[in-house]
């Protein structure tokens, strides 16, 4: 799993952190068990402050995504909702309205936006199968 983050983005840094390893987990690239770099470790690895990481790990842990483990670090968390279906559709609008004024922000018009989106649900389906 390679993280990056973009210091000039709108989104956060630890939220950048937090959104990719979502994502490596979503795509299979994380595995329930895996685990994931030290906080000081990808710190280094990104050069970020520890805490930026360690907030991105807290909301990970919180939303059942990882689970940490005394002495041993932090590791993918079986998966399960927690969440109810109105509070996953907040979380859903509020990712994309933030790739969505990205997006426009750098001039891509609705139907780029909607196409884009499109291409990346199929790579998403591509590799869970």
């Known amino acids: 799993m390679q993280i990056r983050v973009i210091p000039g983005s709108s989104a956060a840094i630890y939220r950048q952190i937090a959104d990719q390893i979502r994502r490596a987990v979503v795509a299979g690239e994380l595995s329930v ?5 030290s906080v000081r ?7 970020v402050n520890p805490n930026t990481v360690a907030k991105a790990y807290a909301e990970l ?3 059942g995504v990882l689970e940490s483990q005394a002495g041993r670090g932090a590791f993918v968390a079986k998966r399960r909702s927690v969440f109810t279906k109105t509070e996953r559709l907040r979380r859903l609008d509020e990712a994309l309205d933030t ?7 750098l001039d891509f018009c609705s139907d780029e936006i909607v196409e884009r989106l499109r291409n990346k649900l199929e790579q998403f389906d591509a590799q869970k199968s």
């Open 33 to 37: 068990g895996d685990a994931v770099p």
């Open 41 to 47: 470790q990808l710190a280094k690895q990104l050069v």
């Open 61 to 63: 842990i919180r939303d």
């Open 99 to 105: 790739a969505i004024s990205e997006a426009i922000t």
